[in-house]
Each structure stands twice: as structure tokens, then as C-alpha cells.
């Protein structure tokens, strides 16, 4: 007789059941907090070198479980690998973020690929399966991609911005070429996705960072469609992909875009209305969230207090315990241990 394979409480919390204390993971889980990580990072060079070199990327992604113990491992990588394998030069500069050449002419975005060189994911997928096969069968793999709509920010304007007020303006004045960026991250995505189920990955975090910074207009058109149809496109090929969306800042555009996008759940920031979200959102889909990462770094009883809200406002309904954004670099390690201790040790 064959085993049952053994299940994963993040995966039965997408799939529908509630679970009675919350499985748990971090935004940004591998990173600067940690001094294992920064010894790989310097190692490795340049940050795309730790993206693409498989062993790095593979050995970072597996840090924070082995330290923490969390129910979800997201694979190393980064949303600006979808723009450098759209040709786009993607630089990371230390201290001062991504920067790239700016795409912000109908002119230079006519000389766009229509889709990604899919040969630059292989490091990616490699990486994939090397976690894969080392991780504990009840810890998920989480996949990723930026959403179109901010991966087309950092390609507009070259680097972050307050706003993203340069592809605001772009997408307002010349929306016809604006929307062939948006076609090409769609395309692009739908495969690199397609690529990480393949290679290992059991389920997929679309991070729409900036979703928060448009009018309804323009989030239905450029945040909600594009999402909506890579997910379409990834389930045309892969029907049972479990998919989460982070429209950060969404609030309460948040309904219309779980309706529309068919996701099975949705990361939420710490500024949510919890009636709002319970009766709107989790009452379709799980939950992610949504602790502020500023009470992780205060900690002591600010931080149990935040905890203790998560817990009280979400945990009745299917909730998977997370930040509201990623960790911050001065993030103390005895917090992360002292919020994971408080969860699970939840009695709901
Ligand atoms: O969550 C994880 O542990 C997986 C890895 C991951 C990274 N970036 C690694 C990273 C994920 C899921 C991302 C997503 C990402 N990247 C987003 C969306 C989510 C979010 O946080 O808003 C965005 C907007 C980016 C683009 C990006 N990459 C920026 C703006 C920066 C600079 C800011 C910073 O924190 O330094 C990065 C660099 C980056 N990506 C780092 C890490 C660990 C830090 C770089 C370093 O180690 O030197």
C-alpha cells in the first residue's frame, strides 16, 4: 500500500480548512536579520548572483526554516528577475535598492520582447528542486512573481519612488504602450510561474506591492486584469494551482479583487479593517497576515499585544500567520522567536 502523503497545514489552510493554530511564515523570511544570510551574501557577490547561483539560493531559503521552524519555505529569489530576462538591466546597488534603465518612452518600450528568454529562470527552478528535496514533506514551497503592475514601476521609473508616480503619469499618458510592458510581464510570468510548479513549488505568491497607489480605475485595469490573467493562464495548464495575491494597500478594493482574480487567498497589510476583511474576504478565501513589522522590531508587550490582534481578529477563519510586509534588516532574531512561540501557542 502507498503512504498518504503527509499533508501541510499552509496547504489545507489554502485548500479550506481552518486549522486550529494558524500555520506560519515570513515576507522576506531569508534575509539581512540574519547573520547566516549575510555570510551567503557575501559570498555570493552580487544580490542577482545569490538569485542565480542555485546552491546559494537554495542554502538561504533553507536558513530561516531550519532556525525558525516555519510551515512555508519561499523559494530566494526576486520580483526583477522577470524584467532581466525580458532583456532589461537590473542592477542592485548596495544601500540604495534595484536600479534599471528606465522604460518610460513609447519608443524605447517598442523595442520590449513580447516574453521573457525563459532559459535565464533555469537557476530559479534548479534551486527549486534542490529545496525540494531537502525540505521536511509537511513545510510548503512557495513559488513567486511580482504582479505586472509593480514590476512595471521599478522598470519605469529605473528604481523605487515614493509614489511610482513615473508609471502613474506613463500609464495616464500613453496607456496604449504602457499596456504592452503589461502584456509582456503577463506573458513572462505566466511561464516562470508554470516553470516553478514544475520544479517543486506547491503553491504561488503574486506580490503587487504598489497596488495600493491607484485610483479604482486604474487598479481594476492594471492591478486586478493582468493578475486575473496570469492566473487564468497558470490554472489553464495547472487547474489545481493554489495561488495567494498580495494587492498591498488594496483595502477596500480588497472584495472586488479576490472576485475577480480567483485567487485562494490574499496577503493583507496591517492598516485592513478586520470586520471588513472577515466578512468580505476570509469568508472566500484564506487569510495572510498581517502583523505589523514595526511591532516586530519594538517587541516586548507591543509586539504580544499585535500578535494577540492577528490572532483574536482571524484565527476563527482560515488564517495563515504572516507579516503585513517583509521583515526589516534591524529586526532582533529574539522577537521572530518570541512571536513564533506566542502563535503556537494559540489554544482557538
Ligand atoms: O521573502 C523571501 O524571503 C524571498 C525573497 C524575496 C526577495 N524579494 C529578496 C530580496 C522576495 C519575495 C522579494 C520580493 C520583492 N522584491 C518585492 C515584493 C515584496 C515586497 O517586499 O514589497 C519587491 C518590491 C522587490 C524589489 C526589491 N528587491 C527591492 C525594492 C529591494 C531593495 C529593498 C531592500 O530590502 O533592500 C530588493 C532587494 C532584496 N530582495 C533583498 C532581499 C533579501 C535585499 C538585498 C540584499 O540582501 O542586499
Same mark, same amino acid.
Given at each position: 500500500?502507498?503512504?498518504?502523503?503527509?499533508?501541510?497545514?499552509?496547504?489545507?489552510?489554502?485548500?479550506?480548512?481552518?486549522?486550529?493554530?494558524?500555520?506560519?511564515?515570513?515576507?522576506?523570511?531569508?534575509g539581512?536579520?540574519?547573520?547566516?544570510?549575510?555570510?551567503?551574501?557575501?559570498?555570493?557577490?552580487?544580490?542577482?548572483?545569490?538569485?542565480?547561483?542555485?546552491?546559494?539560493?537554495?542554502?538561504?531559503?533553507?536558513q530561516?526554516?531550519r532556525?525558525?521552524?516555519?510551515?512555508?519555505?519561499?523559494?530566494?529569489?526576486?520580483?526583477?528577475?522577470?524584467?532581466y530576462?525580458?532583456?532589461?538591466?537590473?542592477?542592485?546597488?548596495?544601500?540604495?535598492?534595484?536600479?534599471?534603465?528606465?522604460?518610460?518612452?513609447p519608443?524605447?518600450?517598442?523595442?520590449l520582447? #513580447? !516574453?521573457?528568454d $525563459? &532559459?535565464?529562470?533555469?537557476p530559479?527552478? @534548479? +534551486?527549486?528542486?534542490?529545496?525540494?528535496?531537502?525540505? =521536511?514533506?509537511k513545510?510548503a514551497?512557495?513559488?513567486f512573481?511580482?504582479?505586472?503592475?509593480t514590476?512595471?514601476?521599478?522598470?519605469?521609473?529605473?528604481q523605487?519612488t515614493?509614489?511610482?508616480?513615473?508609471?502613474?503619469?506613463?500609464?495616464?499618458?500613453?496607456?496604449?504602450?504602457?499596456?504592452k510592458?503589461?502584456d509582456?510581464?503577463?506573458?513572462?510570468?505566466?511561464?516562470?510561474?508554470?516553470?516553478?510548479?514544475?520544479?517543486?513549488?506547491?503553491?504561488?505568491?503574486?506580490?503587487?506591492?504598489?497596488?495600493?497607489?491607484?485610483?479604482?480605475?486604474?487598479?481594476?485595469?492594471?492591478?486586478?486584469?493582468?493578475?486575473?490573467?496570469?492566473?487564468?493562464?497558470?490554472?489553464?495548464?495547472?487547474?489545481h494551482?493554489?495561488?495567494?495575491?498580495? #494587492? !498591498?494597500?488594496? $483595502? &477596500?478594493?480588497?472584495?472586488?479583487?479576490? @472576485? +475577480?482574480?480567483?485567487?485562494?487567498?490574499v496577503?493583507? =497589510?496591517?492598516?485592513?479593517?478586520?470586520?471588513?476583511?472577515?466578512?468580505r474576504?476570509?469568508s472566500?478565501?484564506?487569510?495572510?497576515?498581517n502583523?505589523?513589522?514595526?511591532?516586530?522590531i519594538?517587541?516586548?508587550?507591543?509586539?504580544?499585544?499585535a500578535?494577540?490582534?492577528?490572532l483574536?481578529?482571524?484565527?476563527?477563519g482560515?488564517?495563515?500567520?504572516?507579516?503585513?510586509?517583509?521583515?526589516?534588516?534591524?529586526?532582533?532574531?529574539?522577537?521572530?522567536?518570541?512571536?513564533?512561540?506566542?502563535?503556537?501557542?494559540?489554544?482557538?
Amino acid at each position: 500500500m502507498t503512504q498518504p502523503l503527509p499533508s501541510k497545514p499552509f496547504l489545507d489552510v489554502l485548500a479550506g480548512t481552518r486549522q486550529a493554530v494558524p500555520p506560519l511564515w515570513m515576507m522576506r523570511q531569508a534575509g539581512r536579520y540574519l547573520p547566516e544570510y549575510r555570510e551567503v551574501r557575501t559570498k555570493a557577490g552580487g544580490f542577482l548572483d545569490l538569485c542565480f547561483n542555485p546552491e546559494f539560493a537554495a542554502e538561504v531559503t533553507l536558513q530561516p526554516i531550519r532556525r525558525f521552524g516555519f510551515d512555508a519555505a519561499i523559494i530566494f529569489s526576486d520580483i526583477l528577475v522577470v524584467p532581466y530576462a525580458l532583456g532589461r538591466n537590473v542592477r542592485f546597488e548596495v544601500g540604495e535598492g534595484p536600479r534599471l534603465d528606465p522604460l518610460d518612452t513609447p519608443d524605447k518600450i517598442a523595442t520590449l520582447p #513580447p !516574453r521573457a528568454d $525563459g &532559459a535565464k529562470f533555469a537557476p530559479v527552478y @534548479e +534551486a527549486l528542486r534542490r529545496v525540494r528535496a531537502e525540505l =521536511d514533506p509537511k513545510i510548503a514551497l512557495i513559488g513567486f512573481c511580482g504582479a505586472p503592475w509593480t514590476v512595471a514601476t521599478y522598470m519605469v521609473a529605473g528604481q523605487g519612488t515614493p509614489d511610482q508616480a513615473p508609471a502613474r503619469m506613463l500609464a495616464y499618458r500613453e496607456p496604449q504602450a504602457f499596456a504592452k510592458i503589461i502584456d509582456a510581464l503577463v506573458e513572462s510570468s505566466i511561464g516562470y510561474l508554470l516553470g516553478q510548479l514544475e520544479a517543486g513549488a506547491d503553491a504561488l505568491q503574486i506580490f503587487d506591492t504598489w497596488a495600493g497607489v491607484l485610483p479604482p480605475r486604474e487598479f481594476q485595469r492594471w492591478s486586478v486584469e493582468p493578475t486575473r490573467r496570469i492566473i487564468a493562464g497558470v490554472r489553464a495548464k495547472a487547474p489545481h494551482a493554489k495561488i495567494i495575491g498580495f #494587492p !498591498r494597500g488594496a $483595502g &477596500a478594493l480588497l472584495p472586488g479583487y479576490v @472576485e +475577480a482574480t480567483g485567487v485562494n487567498g490574499v496577503s493583507i =497589510d496591517w492598516t485592513a479593517e478586520p470586520s471588513l476583511m472577515r466578512e468580505r474576504v476570509q469568508s472566500k478565501v484564506a487569510l495572510q497576515g498581517n502583523l505589523d513589522p514595526l511591532a516586530l522590531i519594538a517587541g516586548g508587550d507591543a509586539l504580544d499585544r499585535a500578535i494577540d490582534d492577528v490572532l483574536e481578529n482571524y484565527a476563527q477563519g482560515r488564517l495563515i500567520f504572516n507579516l503585513g510586509h517583509g521583515i526589516q534588516p534591524e529586526t532582533p532574531i529574539a522577537h521572530v522567536e518570541r512571536m513564533v512561540k506566542r502563535v503556537r501557542g494559540y489554544r482557538g
